[in-house]
């Protein structure tokens, strides 16, 4: 009877210490197996086999690219504190699996130490403003740094990077208002250039128009003039002297005025004097004034050409006088 009790107890032992012999390794990860708590060997992916009692399992090591994000706030050479996220990808070497879990106990926390000593002593050799434009320097002074001390533990960096800056909040928005007073100085010498451009543009063609329109009046002029002396010369060909053609066209000037008002109904006309009879007499006023210095203008012609003949007389010379001897 016990021995019937014994043999389900030693099946299940059995049982147990068979499932103890085989374990599974997942793809890209090692397992390091210890033999009475010494190193024994290191196993890869796939089913494996071991000694149950004396062979355990001492840790697993992953093989994948892993990435660590640091946050570091340090100061910089102007005196600003900032915030700088700092992700650094490494992977363990396959060759050197036994150093990587050996060697190190908190492989993060050996990363962060060194990424705070690489950046802490690069961010305070910038400025705020250089420290935005040359983060690849810091990424890559982490990553030489990082590389010279990990490989020794079997760990290789990968790439590191600066994926963040952020200054305190009130250099933030000294930065922002900055940022915006040169947009509006930029937006104000456009706008000013553009004024410019307009005047200078209206103050050419103000000047073209100018120049236009003073042509257009000397040429008018001129073809008037033109004109009133083709008029003369037709008139003094019909026996009409120059004084008399100039009372004339100034007469079809003054109708010429009175038929262009009146083809007009909103102009308006005043003729001064205002007395009716003298309106209707300033007319031949004005051509008996010019036919009075017509006739003023001959009376002198012929007084200076009397004039000319009585000095030529009194300055003709008298003939000599002869001596005779007697």
Request: glycine content about 4%; overall charge neutral.
């Amino acid at each position: 009877m016990e021995n019937l009790i014994g043999i389900p107890i030693l099946i299940v032992i059995g049982v147990f210490l068979l499932f103890q012999m085989f374990f599974m390794v997942k793809q890209q990860t090692a397992v390091i197996i210890e033999n009475f708590g010494r190193f024994s060997s290191i196993r890869t992916s796939g089913l494996q086999l071991k000694i149950p009692v004396m062979h355990r399992i001492a840790g697993r090591v992953n093989l994948k690219i892993q990435q660590l994000d640091v946050m570091v706030e340090t100061k910089t050479k102007d005196d600003v504190f900032v915030k700088l996220k700092i992700s650094v990808q490494f992977q363990v070497i396959r060759e050197n699996v036994y150093d990587a879990f050996y060697k190190l106990q908190n492989p993060h926390d050996q990363i962060t130490s060194y990424v705070f000593d690489v950046v802490r002593a690069e961010v305070p050799k910038m400025k705020l403003d250089d420290v935005f434009e040359r983060k690849d320097n810091i990424a890559i002074a982490v990553k030489r740094e990082l590389n010279e001390a990990m490989i020794n533990y079997g760990y290789d960096i990968i790439k590191t990077l600066v994926t963040d800056i952020d200054p305190d909040i009130q250099v933030k928005e000294a930065m922002n208002r900055i940022n915006a007073a040169e947009r509006e100085k930029v937006a104000a010498e456009y706008e000013a250039e553009a004024s410019r451009i307009k005047i200078v543009a209206k103050a050419r063609a103000e000047a073209e128009s100018k120049r236009l329109q003073g042509q257009g009046i000397a040429d008018q002029r001129r073809e008037i003039a033109r004109g009133l002396e083709e008029s003369v010369d037709v008139l003094n060909n019909v026996g009409i002297n120059s004084q008399e053609a100039s009372a004339l066209i100034v007469v079809t000037q003054h109708y010429d005025t009175l038929q262009s008002l009146g083809e007009n109904t909103s102009s308006n006309l005043i003729l001064m004097p205002n007395s009716p009879q003298a309106g209707s007499n300033m007319l031949n006023d004005m051509i008996a004034s010019f036919v009075a210095s017509n006739q003023i203008g001959e009376q002198m012609k012929k007084d200076n050409e009397a004039k000319g003949i009585t000095n030529k007389k009194r300055n003709k010379p008298k003939p000599p006088t002869e001596d005779f001897e007697y």
